[in-house]
């Protein structure tokens, strides 16, 4: 079975650091990886995705994410945090090879100090 | 403007009071689902539709129905809540290569 785990439910970080948001993944086919990214009060945003092209993945909002299938990672990283990127971030694997049925991690809770 | 809608956004009823919490989407995606977002388990898919009039449990079926009559709708029913449905909602409509969420349904059952 395809599952995602997410280390960490809250992250803190000053404004202006790395944010290294962590995701692992298990999946017997080669998956398919999404970060998603929720505001306060909001639905759900594709930050970005992997589909088995480049393995460095760039998104929005200067996001990326590297995927590691010898670590079975994909973590989220970008360079310098801004107050904006203050959210809770959700790793998702695909079983079927696209997007429609995705397994969600349980969410890292970003927050962003001055 | 694409868009994933749902009504309403925010409910409170008491237990056994049938509501429906709806969804409509205008991007003319074929594949729609819904999920329940729970503090510390993220979110888990309660049903999805592959297209109209198929529909199928995801993880979390039990005490929920669904129906897919219009391509465009995807309404989420509960015949008889409970508190433990005490949730947020979300709908989704996808693409092969894109999840769209709606912007959520905050239930709570007494």
């Known amino acids: 079975a395809q599952s995602v785990t997410q280390l960490g439910s809250h992250v803190s970080v000053s404004e202006g650091a790395l944010v290294l948001l962590r995701c692992n993944y298990s999946?017997?086919?080669?998956?398919?990886l999404f970060w998603y990214v929720q505001y306060p009060n909001q639905g759900l945003q594709l930050l970005l995705k992997?589909?088995?092209?480049?393995?460095l993945v760039k998104g929005i909002n200067g996001f990326e994410a590297e995927f590691k299938k010898s670590e079975t990672s994909f973590h989220l990283t970008k360079p310098s945090a801004h107050m904006s990127d203050a959210a809770e971030y959700f790793c998702a694997v695909s079983h079927t090879g696209t997007a429609s049925k995705l397994t969600f991690g349980t969410g890292t809770r970003l927050q962003v100090t001055l | 403007e694409a868009q994933v809608t749902q009504n309403p956004r925010y409910l409170i009823t008491v237990t056994g009071k049938k509501l429906t919490v709806t969804c409509s989407q205008n991007m003319n995606h074929e594949y729609m689902s819904w999920y329940r977002q729970d503090p510390g388990l993220g979110l888990r898919q309660i049903y999805y539709s592959m297209n109209v009039e198929v529909t199928d449990k995801g993880d979390v079926p039990e005490g929920y129905k669904v129906s897919r009559k219009e391509k465009r709708n995807f309404p989420l029913i509960l015949e008889s809540p409970s508190p433990n449905q005490t949730s947020l909602y979300f709908c989704a409509s996808s693409t092969p290569g894109e999840q769209f969420f709606g912007p959520g349904t905050r239930l709570t059952v007494l």
């Open positions: 999946s017997s086919v080669p998956p398919y």
């Open positions: 992997y589909t088995s092209a480049a393995t």
